[in-house]
Every structure is written in C-alpha cells, then in structure tokens.
C-alpha cells in the first residue's frame, strides 16, 4: 500500500509511537495498539452525504493531515502504508461481517502480515468488538485475552476462520473470512455499499468508536456509551453534548 505522501515519522507521531520498529511480532503489536488507542474509527463522512475515498493520499491527508479517524479500509490501509514502509510482508482479506441476523457480502477488510515465522491478524477498524492486538493464525480455540477483552479464532466447516469475541458469557462471532489476498481495487464495491446502501448502519447514524487501554468510548447516534471492566456506562446527549463528546474522541 503506497501513497505518494506518506511519510513513516508523520505516521509515528499521530499515533505517538516512539517504541521499537525492527519486524518482530512485538512491534507489530506495539503498532496497532499504539495506532487503535490514537485514531478513531468514524463515519463522519459517510453521514455528510460523500462515498468515502480510498485514494491513498487522501486517506493519508484525512487521518494524518486533518487528524481525522476513518472505517476500516481507511484505518487499515494507512496501518498497511507504515507496514510495508517498515519493510512487513502483509496482504489485505476480505472479510464477512458475521454480527448481523442475516448472512452478509464480505464487507469488512483486514491486514495479514507476516512477524516471527507466523501470520497475524490485524485490524483496527472493525468497531466495539474489534480485536486490541494481533492473533497468530496457528492459534486456533486458544483464548486471546486482551485487556479486558476475550477472543478466539475457530473455523467453520467450510474451512473458513472466524473471530469471535465473548460478550455476555457467549461467544460470538465477529467476522470470517478464507486466507485469500484481495487487491486493494477490490473493496471499492464494498466500500460504496458501505457508503450508499441504507442497511449498513454507517448511512443510518452516527457512529464514532475511541478504544483506549481502559476501554472504548462509543457514540452511536446521540447515545454514548462507555464500557470499562466493571461495567458499562450509557448516556444520551443533547446536541451541545454530542458535539463536545465527538470533539473529545476525534482529538
């Protein structure tokens, strides 16, 4: 993933990494977290009214220029620019959002990127059960625990994976997807879905998400709601209120 305007030091100081950069897992980790708990996940222009772009500059310009958040694509993509800046091997996967009652397209994108002999998954725009760290493609059924957080990888008689998250004492499943590179063209019918199509709930409200290692602050609409470990806080806003609350996650 190449943008003319991407700069690595740029990068860095968005998301105020200032650790190791050799190609180890560790890094790899230390990156995505250091990029999830710094750039938003948001659909502020997909409520405007616009298609989001997936021209590399102008993502590069919208989350490191204007200091923006973006969906998954976006927040992906800029993550695939420092990777192969820093010299990963990785390769975008469509995935098949799994969360909602009826089957779905392969909407969703992530990063597979290859640290220490392994492939690890890497996402940082899949919303409030989104993964905070990567997970090695050879740990299957091994619980991840991440902050508060628990995940696993499974996979489906097809052969497919599918991450899964435990909410509620249940696991369920978040996204599946078949270890298959996809060219970055490919998502550009899923992105106008996602941008144009009234079912997807990126056109239907507002929806801002800001993880941070406490937890992830989620504005849906005019409601906030704030989940930690001991518990859930839900707040519906005024106008006034919602502006503030969306100031504060996109800065």
């Known amino acids: 993933m190449y943008a003319e305007n991407f700069q690595l030091e740029s990068y860095l100081k968005r998301i105020g990494y200032t650790g190791p950069l050799e190609l180890s897992a560790d890094t790899l980790t230390k990156l995505m977290r250091a990029q999830l708990f710094s750039v938003a996940f948001e659909n502020l222009d997909v409520q405007a009214g616009k298609i989001v772009s997936l021209v590399p500059e102008q993502i590069v310009d919208k989350i490191i220029g204007q200091g923006r958040g973006g969906y998954c694509y976006e927040v992906n993509g800029l993550f695939a620019m420092a990777l192969q800046a820093l010299g990963f091997h990785y390769k975008f996967i469509a995935c098949r959002p799994m969360f909602y009652p009826v089957r779905r397209p392969k909407t969703h994108m992530i990063v597979l990127v290859e640290a220490d002999g392994e492939q690890w998954i890497c996402d940082l725009g899949f919303g409030s059960y989104g993964i905070r760290a ?50 970055w063209v490919d998502f550009m019918p899923a992105n106008y879905l996602n941008s144009t199509h009234p079912d997807t709930i990126f056109v239907q409200k507002l929806l801002v998400i800001k993880h941070h290692e406490q937890g992830r602050d989620i504005l849906l609409g005019d409601q906030l709601k704030q989940i930690r470990a001991d518990g859930t806080e839900v707040q519906q806003l005024s106008p006034q209120q919602r502006e503030d609350i969306l100031k504060q996650l996109l800065s």
């Open 134 to 183: 990567p997970i090695a493609l050879s740990s299957l059924e091994q619980i991840q625990q991440q902050d508060f957080d628990q995940f696993r990888l499974t996979t489906e008689q097809s052969g497919a994976y599918v991450v899964q998250a435990l909410v509620d004492g249940h696991w369920l499943s978040q996204f599946g997807f078949e270890p298959y590179e996809s060219e």
